[in-house]
């Protein structure tokens, strides 16, 4: 069987590393398809003193290997970085390594928590790792070491950490990123025209949706424009389902818009309109609804690359310090004059080219930021809507209820009781 040993140099490696460490400041560890580690192509610190600790026992040790297993599997057989929770109630990422559809090994990385350990952590670390021995006072002391970073972090890395791996080792990552887009893309859609069922939502196209995607691709926020467009494209199909005639229609429009959006990022106009009518040629030529959405997710891609490269969006660059100040600031309360400083912009200039570039306005944007997140906070954790409401930046519950179903169509308790799913076991 073929595995990484025979595949990647000690130097490859160690240009991967290098890269990776400089972007994200995490080790990686190697380990075959069987879950063996490969020594030398891990990173020194692969294995902090937290791991360290818990690797002490044989039992822990075979754990270890046993979630590694799992977690490799599973990237494996979707084709795309897993990221799970190791028996120690850590952060793991495999990214698996795979010759089109042969797996070769994989390399993990993560070994990190989502926040700071407190009362919970420690609760749920000794029911984790109940029946082992271990001095449990040196172990929580080592888990305030670890690194801590938020999802969003994560799955950018896991999606740098994935296309370095591919470009070094000269795999060919188009099969498996095919393949995943559509099962995950359809899987996305599916339960937003499930939740649209639910709401009785009758719009008659979804111009908010459109808007928002088009602000996205100009920023270059690809997690938060694949987000937008999965929701579009179930929204589309909820409303003309089976009808591919209707979704290659939108799709067309779609594209226009993108285009549009693309251009006034700071892409040549000449070179939009000959990509756009490969685009639509492409469209043409497609037969399934289902290579339909994984390919407009590859062209989406496409025109978010042509935004990044192009040198031409000065108004960009002048918004971009805003749109940062507000990604990280959502959570406290801050005036337009605090982000039109971030910009070095008086505030009535910021405001005109915030929404000309993102199409709408800053604190329609700083809702959305807050929104989102509240949705996140609301399926991956107990916390009441009190504690969302305050940890997403808001001081008034009601205030907070009345933004969230103006978004959202429903209230923060009915999108938790429609959505949230049960935890596995």
């Given at each position: 069987?073929?595995?990484?040993?025979?595949?990647?140099?000690?130097?490859?490696?160690?240009?991967?590393?290098?890269?990776?460490?400089?972007?994200?400041?995490?080790?990686?560890?190697?380990?075959?398809?069987?879950?063996?580690?490969?020594?030398?192509?891990?990173?020194?610190?692969?294995?902090?003193?937290?791991?360290?600790?818990?690797?002490?026992?044989?039992?822990?040790?075979?754990?270890?290997?046993?979630?590694?297993?799992?977690?490799?599997?599973?990237?494996?057989?979707?084709?795309?970085?897993?990221?799970?929770?190791?028996?120690?109630?850590?952060?793991?990422?495999?990214?698996?390594?795979?010759?089109?559809?042969?797996?070769?090994?994989?390399?993990?990385?993560g070994k990190c928590l989502w926040k700071k350990p407190d009362e919970?952590?420690?609760?749920?670390?000794?029911?984790?790792?109940?029946?082992?021995?271990?001095?449990?006072?040196?172990?929580?002391?080592?888990?305030?070491?670890?690194?801590?970073?938020?999802?969003?972090?994560?799955?950018?890395?896991?999606?740098?950490?994935?296309?370095?791996?591919?470009?070094?080792?000269?795999?060919?990552?188009?099969?498996?990123?095919?393949?995943?887009?559509?099962?995950?893309?359809?899987?996305?859609?599916?339960?937003?025209?499930?939740?649209?069922?639910?709401?009785?939502?009758?719009?008659?196209?979804?111009?908010?949706?459109?808007?928002?995607?088009?602000?996205?691709?100009?920023?270059?926020?690809?997690?938060?424009?694949?987000?937008?467009?999965?929701?579009?494209?179930?929204?589309?199909?909820?409303?003309?389902?089976?009808?591919?005639?209707?979704?290659?229609?939108?799709?067309?429009?779609?594209?226009?818009?993108?285009?549009?959006?693309?251009?006034?990022?700071?892409?040549?106009?000449?070179?939009?309109?000959?990509?756009?009518?490969?685009?639509?040629?492409?469209?043409?030529?497609?037969?399934?609804?289902?290579?339909?959405?994984?390919?407009?997710?590859?062209?989406?891609?496409?025109?978010?690359?042509s935004v990044y490269s192009s040198q031409d969006s000065k108004k960009?660059?002048?918004?971009?310090?805003?749109?940062?100040?507000?990604?990280?600031?959502?959570?406290?309360?801050?005036?337009?004059?605090?982000?039109?400083?971030?910009?070095?912009?008086?505030?009535?200039?910021?405001?005109?080219?915030?929404?000309?570039?993102?199409?709408?306005?800053?604190?329609?944007?700083?809702?959305d930021v807050r929104i989102n997140h509240a949705k996140k906070l609301?399926?991956?954790?107990?916390?009441?809507?009190?504690?969302?409401?305050?940890?997403?930046?808001?001081?008034?519950?009601?205030?907070?209820?009345?933004?969230?179903?103006?978004?959202?169509?429903?209230?923060?308790?009915?999108?938790?009781?429609?959505?949230?799913?049960?935890?596995?076991?």
């Open positions: 069987m073929a595995d990484l040993t025979n595949l990647i140099t000690q130097e490859q490696f160690e240009h991967i590393e290098k890269t990776f460490q400089r972007q994200y400041q995490l080790g990686l560890e190697t380990i075959n398809a069987d879950g063996n580690v490969v020594r030398n192509m891990c990173s020194g610190d692969c294995f902090g003193s937290f791991c360290k600790i818990v690797r002490s026992s044989k039992v822990a040790a075979k754990r270890c290997k046993q979630n590694h297993l799992k977690s490799l599997k599973l990237a494996f057989e979707t084709g795309q970085p897993y990221m799970s929770f190791c028996h120690a109630g850590i952060i793991l990422v495999s990214v698996p390594v795979m010759d089109r559809d042969t797996p070769l090994g994989g390399v993990l990385f919970l952590f420690a609760e749920d670390l000794k029911k984790q790792l109940k029946g082992l021995r271990f001095d449990f006072d040196k172990l929580l002391n080592a888990a305030d070491q670890l690194p801590v970073l938020g999802g969003k972090k994560i799955q950018e890395a896991a999606e740098f950490l994935f296309v370095l791996i591919y470009e070094v080792f000269d795999l060919d990552p188009r099969i498996i990123e095919w393949r995943q887009q559509i099962t995950k893309q359809q899987s996305m859609i599916s339960e937003v025209i499930q939740q649209s069922k639910k709401m009785g939502t009758d719009k008659p196209y979804p111009f908010e949706s459109e808007r928002a995607l088009i602000g996205k691709v100009k920023i270059g926020d690809r997690i938060g424009a694949k987000e937008i467009l999965n929701s579009y494209l179930g929204n589309i199909m909820f409303l003309n389902p089976g009808d591919i005639n209707v979704l290659k229609a939108r799709m067309v429009e779609l594209l226009s818009f993108l285009s549009r959006a693309a251009v006034e990022g700071g892409m040549d106009i000449n070179l939009m309109l000959k990509k756009n009518l490969d685009y639509i040629t492409k469209v043409i030529d497609l037969g399934s609804q289902e290579q339909l959405c994984a390919w407009i997710s590859e062209a989406l891609n496409d025109f978010i690359e960009m660059t002048k918004v971009q310090p805003a749109v940062d100040f507000i990604e990280a600031n959502y959570t406290r309360q801050f005036s337009l004059q605090e982000v039109a400083k971030a910009a070095h912009l008086s505030v009535s200039r910021l405001a005109h080219l915030f929404k000309e570039q993102i199409g709408i306005t800053i604190i329609d944007y700083l809702t609301l399926l991956s954790s107990d916390k009441n809507c009190t504690e969302i409401c305050f940890e997403v930046g808001y001081n008034n519950q009601s205030y907070f209820i009345r933004a969230f179903k103006g978004s959202v169509g429903m209230t923060p308790l009915q999108f938790r009781q429609n959505n949230k799913r049960p935890l596995a076991t």
